[in-house]
């Protein structure tokens, strides 16, 4: 009895559903965790570190880090960050385990993951790219970078005026040949370094992305480390930095300005892996400069896995509180129905769990690729091998066309994924103990940053229709993650009522449509004079069914292979992973039915059909929904929200922390003078003195 | 000049770009206010109040707002609703002009219209629609209540384990035969009241929802005044309220919760306009009772305003951004292209434009059709006409079932125009003094609250499909706003290329999506044995098509009726209503595409002419989005947002701002210590004083 209840008293008891539905789940969550993670040892690993985190000390963050105002979140930030850089000397040299780390605690305190992210992705990340082997080592090992010491570094890319158009930038390096030297300048307010993470307080050193000019010619974008700070965090002259302030979320992040007025730097501080400047000022740039923003996507292949492991936290709180909400007495029950029972509900919340499943297998694809591809990077850039390393530019290619479509399209999913979440807990959805408002803000950026999601989904798209062209009018045939185009079909209905629930015809149907859409692309092209913009609504649509396909193609590839064995032997997941890989297809099918329509891949009638079998396969799921979040075996530390704890005791866990962080003791506002002295105020008339009664009005004229 | 430029430099000069464009508007901006505002007289009302607002030393909302902590605004919000309370005074008894007030002091301050709206729509709504005349002049007039004076009260309806369903509502008001009195209880936990706006602090009243039990019978909720704290604010005994804390967004309302323990409240504070209770334990109930919530569906109505409003305010900055900013060279262009130039931005954004034309439409139609019913409504109760009362009682319904289907669709519009523009202005749209970030959490909360969007739609869409089960089977005729059913078609191509530019068949293709979609629930309903809960799907389709069908159909009535005069007459506004009427049909019937292309409204073949038809409309509609947005009239106080003033001056506002509430001269943070800590920290091995040192270990082993 958690509080005193008088006789016939119906107290809601939301953690028995919880628990009642918890034990009648029918697989093993331990192999549904393997599915998920990738493998055994990665769901061991997952784990083993999340255990770590949660019982650390200053890592913790509970339900008062909602209460946090921007200083507070900077401070236990700064603290955070302190505490991590003890964890990278441990891990080191393995520094995947590391990532892990910064992969996971971003579950429940996504600006951690930033700022350290900025820093060691960014900042280093720029200088493997950008810069020679030397001067890698030299930041990075011997004055302690890659463990966050002796340097605090950021990446001055973004300016005011210049966001996605890097190319466009406008501050300056300019030789100096005399003194060997470069002077980084701002040439005006447009050209002010602007979203710079960190910059505002933290950062010591900065990559400065800048125009190259010598003797008086632009050589266009290259990259300067910069010292901005001394060790005492005293800015150097010349440097002008602000603190942008306020933003949306992630105000852990200490965003800032920077405006460099005639900054002098040594020569040697320019990243000269793919280009140099001879002492006299002969600028040389081998041929391999694509190669330089290769450690730069790791950004758009972490944000896939941020997607997933953010959807994964939302999904658990609102399937949770589903099963523990009763809402309205249907059917003759005695009891008010639990939400989940609503075919309505089963539709806005199955789909995402769906897609959660989907993007672990996004996840740990990219990431598996692109490690490969920096790996053969490195491989080729160190033996100088350039024909291994054209190959590796085809990969890096893929990996760019791959991450464009996934990064966009998972960010936007996971984002309206939050939303819909927080809308279906109702009104407590909006409460700040739900978490779900500080997930939504602080998600919210992944949709804008590094490569805005509109453009990203532009290249993307573009990218499918060139295959398209190069395959239909040259005969190149399509290979890796585009190998589909081949055999996808130009014309005919391909889905009926007979094979609504056949996998292999459910991806030839994307297969199809992105060939069909690609096609009416190429011929809007013609018509246009080659205005790309002009098809931009193809692209859009493009890119999106892309990610769909990819994630669709790639789980029936692992069903078929890692899970063709005996139910038994698997745990029984498959049939469960069957039925989330059908709704994860019907309903994409579903939210792009005007183009499946519009190219008739499926008839009005088939589509008609195609929802009643959605509504078939949710109410099939919808008795695992606890078990198929509880695979995901995120503990409360990770869940922090009142509304979707393991046990579901939602009413009081709910309660206990509104008057944990709202002392119901101190019954009055410091405002309520203001209130009372409203409400106990005289008259208007008395307050004027009466001075515009009849009396007074009189006196007045005569 | 604002800041010293070297020769030779390129600043940006958003200012002109938006200048240049607004010397280019081709019609009367007045006129077009006018047709946002109804009429002359109202535009001309509407900013006189607006000037008003924005000169108020009290009431000024400005760029410090997005610094505000929970503190800070709710401190802020009661000063502000004292200032407002004077207002009243003198407003008194236009309640009309204050309401006007209330709306548009909301465009900058959301949660100030909530704080007031709680006390005067819900509290005294309550009151007026539950309560007798003597009882209303006493709380509103003889207490003054209804001058912010005496009383401040709240809405204790919502539990915290019941929301939507009122009638499971389970606090009880127990006649007390020998006293003479109620005795209100909490039961348990779960009856709660909770989300009360105002029960933290402020309110000194509630209407309390409570079921009524004589003699151990249960009667279902009724309605009670139960004073809650006294003149200084001091809680009375049996009351218990707590803050609820800290909320996605309008953190200026005090939210809280109430509990009850045996609260004794005389007899006579029972609300009893539809059921009274004998002094002896007689319960009558007049069979009028569903009478009793027609004065609480003003939230909802004004809801509809709100959103047109808010709509206003974040596509005015979004364009005014669009205009202002430069990105990327294309088609050899010299400098950089304006964003609203390129296809994919105009897609993105003028839909959104035309939206609001459209929640215009309906704010004033729904607003002016809820006056008209209340007037006759008080009229129908005061007289006890009761033939004249069921046709109230008819219209009533009218708009439940409107306020329902447009209270969702355009709640959930606006917060979706909201997040889009907010991506539209890319990086910065994140920064807090865009504006957007404020704008999202506080607008997300009209999704849930009064009526969840979900399950009003479910209402919405269930009343359409019983209009059209009465009409096919008893043949009786739908009148009103659903009259359209009558002449709707049942089959066949309504749209084909040639059509698809005239407003009249526009109107007709969703009539007839409406009818067949209606016909296919119906089909289902038979199929599955009437279970209204398996066509969820289907009716969250027919209310939104019934709102855009609402707005399109009451627009081209404006269009024929008020502005069929010649172009010079109407000061040109007609071209560019027509315009944004198409721009709203034609995306709508593209959103839809899945259903119209189900229901064969149209051919796949129409489906792809459709598309290139917006893109037509789009660039007709682009030269002009700085008059259509100017025409809002929204000054730079009701704007308050960095990238969308007036003058367009995007940069130097933004940096202005950002300096002034962020001091650059403080260079070093508070926690910067903690930084230099890590920085500066020595090597593992020597904080660990060597003792893990090959010698330390030697020396153990040995």
Chains 1, 2 share one sequence.
């Not at 918890?22 to 570190?49: A, P, W, Y």
């Not at 603290?79 to 441990?90: G, P």
């Not at 305190?109 to 900025?118: A, E, F, K, N």
């Not at 009638?605 to 099939?620: A, P, W």
Request: charged share 25%; proline share 3%.
């Amino acid at each position: 009895m958690t509080s005193t209840v008088l006789p016939g008293s119906k107290e809601p008891n939301p953690s028995r559903m919880i628990w009642s539905e918890r034990l009648r789940t029918d697989f093993d969550l331990n192999k549904m965790h393997e599915f998920l993670e990738g493998s055994f040892q990665e769901s061991l690993e997952t784990l083993r570190i999340m255990q770590q985190l949660e019982r650390d000390p200053i890592l913790k963050t509970n339900q008062e880090y909602y209460e946090y105002d921007k200083l507070d979140h900077r401070e236990q930030t700064a603290l955070k960050i302190a505490r991590m850089a003890q964890y990278i000397e441990t891990d080191a040299p393995d520094f995947q385990t590391f990532q892990s780390r910064l992969n996971l605690i971003a579950i429940v305190d996504p600006q951690l993951g930033t700022r350290i992210g900025v820093h060691l992705g960014l900042f280093l990340g720029a200088i493997h790219g950008n810069g020679t082997d030397s001067q890698y080592k030299y930041w990075a090992y011997e004055r302690g970078a890659i463990y966050l010491k002796d340097i605090y570094g950021c990446f001055a890319m973004t300016e005011l005026a210049h966001g996605s158009n890097v190319a466009g930038l406008e501050t300056t390096a300019t030789y100096n040949k005399e003194k060997r030297t470069f002077v980084i300048n701002t040439p005006h307010i447009g050209a002010t370094k602007w979203w710079i993470g960190g910059a505002a307080h933290s950062a010591t050193h900065t990559v400065c992305f800048a125009r190259l000019i010598v003797d008086g010619k632009d050589y266009g974008v290259k990259t300067f480390v910069v010292p901005l700070r001394d060790s005492h965090h005293d800015l150097h002259n010349g440097i002008s930095i602000g603190d942008i302030g306020q933003k949306m979320g992630r105000d852990g992040i200490d965003n800032g300005w920077i405006q460099f007025t005639d900054v002098e730097i040594p020569k040697e501080y320019m990243l000269t892996k793919y280009a140099t400047v001879d002492d006299d000022g002969t600028v040389l740039e081998p041929p391999l400069a694509q190669l330089a923003y290769g450690a730069l996507l790791g950004g758009r292949v972490t944000m896939v896995t941020d997607s997933f492991r953010t959807s994964e936290r939302f999904i658990t709180i609102a399937l949770r509180y589903a099963v523990a909400r009763r809402q309205f007495k249907t059917g003759g029950r005695k009891v008010e129905n639990q939400l989940i029972n609503y075919p309505l509900h089963q539709r806005r919340l199955l789909p995402n769990l769906a897609w959660t499943y989907a993007m672990s297998i996004a996840s740990h694809q990219i990431q598996a690729d692109y490690k490969q591809v920096l790996k053969s990077l490195d491989e080729g850039v160190n033996t100088e091998d350039f024909k291994s390393l054209s190959t590796v530019i085809d990969s890096l290619k893929g990996i760019f066309a791959d991450s464009a479509s996934l990064k966009s399209t998972c960010t936007w999913k996971c984002l309206s994924l939050i939303d819909e979440c927080r809308q279906s807990c109702g009104g407590h959805g909006y409460s700040a103990y739900s978490g779900f408002a500080k997930g939504y803000v602080d998600h919210a950026v992944q949709c804008t940053w590094e490569g805005d999601n509109n453009i990203l989904a532009q290249n993307s798209g573009r990218i499918t229709i060139q295959k398209v062209i190069k395959f239909i009018k040259n005969g190149k045939e399509p290979t890796g993650n585009y190998s589909f185009l081949l055999d996808a079909s130009k014309e005919g209905e391909l889905l009926t009522s007979d094979n609504l629930l056949n996998l292999d015809d459910l991806v030839k149907a994307f297969d199809s449509l992105i060939l069909r859409l690609s096609l009416n692309g190429i011929a809007k092209l013609k018509e246009n004079g080659h205005d790309w913009d002009a098809i931009a609504s193809e692209k859009l649509s493009l890119s999106k069914l892309y990610a769909v396909r990819y994630m669709l193609s790639k789980w029936c590839f692992k069903l078929k292979n890692d899970h063709a064995s005996s139910s038994s032997q698997d745990g029984s997941i498959s049939k469960h992973l069957v039925k989330l890989a059908l709704l994860f297809a019907l309903s994409n099918i579903e939210a792009f039915g005007n183009r499946f329509l519009e190219f008739k891949v499926l008839s009005p009638d088939s589509y008609k059909e195609l929802e009643k079998v959605i509504e078939q396969v949710l109410s099939d799921i919808r008795p695992q929904v606890i078990g198929l979040t509880d695979a995901f075996k995120l503990s409360d530390f990770f869940i922090n929200s009142v509304l979707g704890s393991y046990n579901g005791d939602v009413y009081n866990d709910y309660i206990n922390t509104v008057n944990s962080l709202n002392d119901p003791s101190v019954t009055k506002a410091p405002y309520s003078s203001a209130l009372e002295y409203m409400l106990n105020r005289g008259s208007l008339d008395a307050r004027d003195k009466h001075e515009r009664s009849d009396s007074v009005l009189k006196k007045l004229s005569s």
